[in-house]
């Protein structure tokens, strides 16, 4: 009896399984909300330069806000009454600030800090070290998870994202905010790919790519509901804290989630792996097979694994290079897409609606394309991803609705894509390795994550740009993907030789009972 033939026993996908991914799926919500939440509260609503404004502006009793509106982005950031009105001297720099218009937001982290004009790439660049903030997370929480467990690390980086999510909320400067964020970001990554993994170590062969995608769902709404909590709550500061309150109410998971099966009889913790594959057998209305207790069951050598694993063996190395390279183009991509929403012109709020109304066909459409093909549905929708944002280069910047279509289609191709990397990671990557893999990937995953905000940057001096990177990198993934091995209905490796030998092992010839 191999490992996943003993989960079969018990119950593969089970009630006590379904529990589980309830368990899994709530902190993803929070994860949107974080991911997603400065498309909100560093939005940059329309400014005026105090200086260029009458004076009884200054006195309050004078709406400005048509004024700011109708202004353009140069008067906006400098002016001259002399060039105003015969539109020949150069324009001079402001000096007393800005005025915002509060038609749309309340307060903003740019309306407090003043991140416009000469410093607007602030608020790209505190998007970027956010983003720096999952890379490291996803290193340092990726490593510990095996060696301290999955769940374990998950339960950490719920606690540590409540506490520094309300903090960011009472940042005094934006120094301490983008700190603050920086570490939110990190536990983002330990949540994620934590919850993931629990959830894939605990399903059955034909049922563990529902691991994937059902905590995708369940980021895709709190991808949409972040746009109705925004709407309804317009200050940054009491949004920040809307987000991040409810981690707290996640304090039962302590007693309530599970370690992981697998993860334990890979750490020679045999007995503590019984115990829980009996409560498993027990909530599923299954029994044990009672020969089980008996039996000495290794998953693998009991030598300790590092990064460097993933490299030393030519197959491990060429599976995980590829791997590292589809995380980091997905990444780029989904949030280069997501994050540039503002650019389409269109209403805020419903757009960002419609972006998460995007991800749930995109995840559903995967349930049916993945058992038949890993390999063929991750380079197919990385396909249709990139040729969307190619195609958008053909279409004339007054064109917002056609923009806005193809940014969708972009959009669905890249979240279907995400959605798959996910599986087929954990599917590659062998059980003594799998977390420290999807660490590592999820490293390379943040890289594109922190150059997304950068590229988007470069779309004030050069607008087909961001398209033209964010079109060809899928379009090389999807060529990349093709070499990749097919894992649809193959047991989980539990080794690296069970890697090596991909082409010749037996469905039963890992996790071994003997």
């Known amino acids: 009896m191999n490992f996943d033939q003993i989960l079969a026993a018990v119950g593969g996908f089970g009630k006590y399984q379904k529990i589980l991914y309830v ?11 974080h991911m997603m939440v400065s498309i ?98 996803s290193l340092v929480f990726g490593s510990l998870a095996d060696r301290y467990g999955r769940r374990f690390v998950m339960l950490l980086s719920i606690a540590l994202q409540s506490v520094f999510g309300v903090a960011v909320a009472f940042a005094p400067n934006f120094i301490v905010y983008v700190i603050l964020r920086f570490v939110v970001g990190s536990t983002v990554s330990g949540v994620i790919i934590n919850a993931f993994v629990l959830g894939t170590e605990w399903t059955c062969t034909k049922r563990r790519m529902l691991a994937g ?83 000495k069951c290794e998953i693998g050598s009991q030598r300790r694994h590092t990064a460097l694993d993933l490299v030393r063996t030519p197959q491990m190395r060429k ?30 709020y419903l757009t960002q609606l419609v972006f998460g109304l995007v991800e749930i066909p995109a995840r559903s459409i995967v349930l049916f394309v993945l058992p038949l093909s890993r390999r063929l549905s991750q380079g197919g929708f990385l396909a ?51 977390q420290t893999g999807m660490g590592v990937s999820s490293m390379f995953a943040r890289i594109g994550g922190v150059l997304a905000p950068m590229i988007n940057m470069v ?10 990177i964010f079109g060809a990198g899928p379009l090389l993934g999807a060529v990349l993907a093709l070499m990749l091995p097919e894992t649809a209905d193959r047991p989980l490796p539990d080794t690296v030789e069970d890697v090596e030998n991909w082409d010749t092992r037996s469905p039963t010839s890992a996790s071994r009972c003997v």
């Open 459 to 468: 779309h004030n001096h050069s607008p087909n740009t961001p398209l033209v």
């Open 319 to 348: 599976q995980a290079f590829i791997l590292f390279y589809l995380w980091f183009v997905n990444v780029m991509v989904y949030y280069g897409l997501s994050l540039g929403v503002s650019r389409l012109g269109t209403n805020l």
């Open 384 to 434: 249709i991803g990139g040729l969307a944002c190619l195609c958008m280069l053909a279409v004339p910047a007054d064109q917002q609705n056609v923009l806005t279509g193809l940014a969708m289609v972009g959009k669905f191709g890249i979240t279907a894509s995400f959605a798959i990397i996910y599986v087929y990671t954990a599917e590659i990557f062998p059980t003594v390795l799998r």
């Open 23 to 33: 368990w899994i799926c709530l902190p993803n919500v929070l994860l949107a909300f």
């Open 40 to 137: 909100f509260s560093g939005a940059t609503p329309p400014h005026l330069c105090q200086d260029s404004l009458d004076p009884e502006v200054h006195n309050g009793t004078f709406d400005y806000t048509p004024l700011i509106l109708n202004s353009s982005a140069a008067d906006s950031c400098s002016w001259s009454q002399k060039a105003l009105r015969d539109n020949r001297s150069p324009p001079l720099q402001c000096v007393h600030g800005w005025v915002y218009s509060k038609d749309t937001f309340l307060s903003t982290t740019v309306t407090e800090w003043d991140l416009v004009c000469d410093s607007a790439h602030f608020n790209n660049v505190g998007s970027s070290i956010y983003m720096f903030g999952l890379l490291v997370g």
């Open 213 to 295: 995608i059902i905590t995708d769902y369940a980021f895709g709404l709190g991808y949409m509901l972040i746009a109705g909590i925004a709407y309804l709550i317009r200050d940054w500061r009491k949004l920040q804290l809307a987000i991040s309150a409810p981690g707290f109410l996640l304090i039962f998971y302590i007693w309530v989630v599970p370690k992981s099966a697998r993860w334990l009889l890979a750490n020679n913790r045999k007995d503590e792996a019984i115990a829980l594959l009996r409560k498993a057998a027990l909530v599923n209305g299954r029994v044990l097979p009672p020969t089980l207790q008996m039996e």
